[in-house]
């Protein structure tokens, strides 16, 4: 498995304002960034989590802001914005942000099942310039079948 470290970045404070108001953030975080920089961490994870088969140290630790995929960002900011506010209602339309959130996490979901393909640099832990699988298996089976006769 893929071993990866998050060095910070992915998701700047400043760039959050653009899903919860500046006023928002200071009633909640009481103007210190520890909570929202820890919501943002937690949100990153939370991403990563269902991006196994990519290569997570390129897409999260994207040395230049252009780099990254504007999509992913923006589930990302969603992510973080929940777990933020769910420390305080103060003025945010929960509903609204639990809805946000939602989405980004089904996002995520279809991308970890394969149904959509965003583009994102794949995994490539044995340097053999293919891709590799996903290192996640999925399993089950068809829904059972009763026979009528």
């Not at 965003?118 to 999925?138: Q, V």
Request: glycine share 6%; with cysteine; net charge negative.
């Amino acid at each position: 498995m893929e071993e990866w470290i998050y060095t910070g970045g992915f998701l700047t404070l400043q760039e959050v304002e653009t899903h919860l108001y500046k006023e928002a953030i200071d009633t909640i975080s009481r103007e210190d960034d520890t909570t929202l920089l820890a919501a943002i961490d937690a949100a990153v994870q939370e991403a990563a989590g269902y991006l196994g088969a990519y290569d997570r140290a390129k897409i999260f630790n994207a040395p230049k802001p252009k780099q990254r995929n504007q999509l992913l960002l923006t589930f990302v900011k969603d992510i973080a914005v929940w777990h933020f506010v769910n420390l305080c209602n103060a003025g945010a339309e929960l509903e609204l942000k639990e809805k946000r959130y939602d989405r980004a996490i089904a996002w995520l979901r279809q991308v970890q099942k394969g149904e959509v393909t965003p583009s994102l640099p794949r995994a490539d832990n044995d340097n053999d310039g293919k891709p590799d699988g996903s290192t996640e298996y999925i399993y089950g089976s068809n829904p059972k079948r009763n026979q009528h006769f």
